[in-house]
């Protein structure tokens, strides 16, 4: 295995960590300002829980059907 193969290996890991993190942490956060702005509770936290979710596996799989 040559070096460039190893590192665009290493590359794309560190892409797709930091990818899923940060589309999910920052729907956490969107979420949880907006519930503090509104007072409406834990709603909108979920709901950007779960579109932060949605958002990160629909980055995975556009990142992957680009190895193909």
Same mark, same amino acid.
């Given at each position: 295995m040559s070096k460039d193969s190893e590192q !665009?290996?290493?590359?794309?890991?560190?892409?797709?960590?930091t990818l899923i993190s940060? !589309?999910?942490?920052?729907?956490?956060?969107?979420?949880?300002?907006? @519930? #503090?702005w509104l007072g409406t509770g834990p709603w909108l936290l979920i709901i950007?829980?779960?579109?932060?979710?949605?958002g990160a596996?629909?980055?995975l799989y556009r990142i992957m059907s #680009?190895? @193909?």
């Amino acid at each position: 295995m040559s070096k460039d193969s190893e590192q !665009n290996k290493l590359a794309l890991a560190l892409t797709v960590g930091t990818l899923i993190s940060s !589309n999910i942490v920052g729907g956490l956060l969107a979420g949880y300002f907006l @519930d #503090r702005w509104l007072g409406t509770g834990p709603w909108l936290l979920i709901i950007g829980l779960l579109l932060g979710t949605f958002g990160a596996f629909f980055s995975l799989y556009r990142i992957m059907s #680009r190895l @193909d």
